[in-house]
């Protein structure tokens, strides 16, 4: 027998039942490597003489089963960020919660696949074959079937003894994530179209986190930059080491970017003639790759159907420059922060984060042009992208007590997103679950 709930949420309230919520966490231990694995528990913790809760543990990565039953369909795009999530954000819409819930599966699974056990002859590498990836991660049947693994390389040049030392602290490629697309055809009229999910894990390997020391600003290359009249003849430039990841090549293993390419290339052969959207998602690092990620596919292919990014805890990924590129060319950016996470405060700083889509420039007001020029110059001054969705920990009473490490983990950002109901009404005091409802999705 397999058991799911419903939650049914009564804002900022008590109740003489309560509940604890955890979803699963992914910790890596930093001076091993290792990962551990929790899943997600609901338990009651007072009696209930009616229900009895005992029982009641699933895993998250099957939560589509209970909360993502409604239909989509026209308002499809309007969930993609086709008018910015105006309207959604605060309060949160449920069906936009979902989503948002949804993909930060996919982005579970890649952390779950990946081997993090230095000690491990396939370190860096996935632990599953392409086919049952999803599945082995523990998601479940979510209707989607990998089409692509994608591996990421370091494009700095280490010295040639580095080689003598153990595999994992060397090694300049790793699996990073993968590409899927939705083949149920009940999903796919769910969902109201045949969506594509690019998925990134978040820093994990020693080269990566060298990658990351990489912070000051590199212009785009040629084949990225797409620069019109309109933009700024300081062009637009990303942060070195994330670019690094993104374009940089082996001899036994190509870019990420051309990886990514090829599988585009191939999907939008394949599938262009339906209904299609692709949705580039990841979490840490890998919220700045799917950055990158959704860009490149705007520039590089004309056709490309609605592009849209869901990250969470990602850091800034470049200036003002990209950022009105990234507008310009449609791609659609939700960024999931947690105000007490410091990584969503890094790299570099923001002198003004306005939209200057007209303006041209950045503008401080205080600032002498001279001085606000000279600051520009010095290659750290970055500019968030997109619409965002702020939460913070100290808001939320089941995880204010977190520390620095917790703050930033993916599965802080799942409950954060779970609790979350407006500005005014923070969090959910407590969660009151229907029987009714729980009944009915009782599978045997």
Not at 57 to 71: F, G, I, N, P, V
Not at 385 to 414: F, I
Request: overall charge positive.
């Amino acid at each position: 027998m397999r058991i799911a709930a419903i939650a049914v949420v009564n804002p900022c309230t008590t109740s003489k039942e309560q509940y604890s919520f955890k979803l699963p966490s992914v910790t890596t231990t930093a001076a091993t490597g290792t990962t551990a694995v929790s899943t997600l528990q609901l338990n009651n913790t007072t009696k209930n003489p009616d229900f009895s809760w005992t029982s009641l543990k699933y895993d998250s990565l099957s939560a589509h089963e209970y909360t993502h039953a409604l239909k989509l369909g026209n308002k499809w795009k309007e969930y993609q960020g086709i008018n910015n999530w105006e309207g959604l954000l605060d309060p949160l819409d449920d069906n936009l919660r979902d989503e948002i819930l949804r993909y930060g599966q996919f982005v579970e699974a890649t952390y779950r696949a990946c081997d993090f056990d230095p000690s491990s002859p396939n370190y860096g590498t996935s632990k599953f074959p392409r086919r049952s990836l999803l599945t082995r991660s523990g998601i479940g049947e979510t209707g989607y079937r990998v089409f692509k693994s994608l591996k990421a390389s370091c494009g700095i040049q280490m010295p040639r003894w580095i080689h003598r030392a153990p595999g994992w602290i060397w090694r300049q490629s790793s699996w990073i994530g993968y590409v899927a697309v939705c083949q149920d055809k009940d999903e796919i009229a769910r969902l109201g179209r045949r969506d594509v999910v690019i998925a990134y894990r978040g820093t994990a390997t020693r080269m990566e986190w060298i990658e990351n020391l990489r912070a000051t600003l590199t212009p785009l290359p040629d084949d990225m930059a797409n620069v019109g009249p309109e933009i700024s003849s300081t062009g637009a430039m990303v942060e070195s080491g994330f670019l690094s990841l993104y374009t940089s090549s082996t001899a036994k293993c190509p870019s990420l970017q051309d990886m990514v390419r090829e599988a585009i290339a191939k999907v939008l052969k394949i599938y262009g003639n339906q209904r299609l959207s692709i949705t580039v998602t990841g979490h840490s690092l890998g919220a700045a790759l799917a950055t990158l990620t959704a860009y490149d596919i705007n520039s590089t292919f004309p056709n490309a159907p609605m592009v849209t990014v869901m990250s969470f805890g990602g850091p800034r990924v470049g200036n003002q420059s990209f950022r009105r590129q990234l507008e310009k060319n449609g791609t659609r950016v939700l960024r999931v922060v947690n105000s007490d996470d410091l990584i969503t405060k890094v790299p570099g700083f923001v002198i003004d984060n306005n939209d200057m889509v007209d303006r041209g420039t950045a503008n401080v007001v205080g600032f002498p042009s001279w001085l606000q020029k000279r600051v520009e110059d010095t290659q750290w001054v970055y500019a968030d992208v997109g619409q965002e969705l702020r939460l913070s920990s100290k808001d939320c009473p089941h995880l204010s007590k977190g520390n620095v490490a917790t703050c930033h983990e993916l599965s802080t950002y799942l409950q954060l997103v779970s609790a979350y109901v407006s500005s005014k009404c923070p969090f959910r005091d407590s969660l009151k679950y229907s029987r009714e409802k729980l009944e009915r999705l009782v599978e045997v």
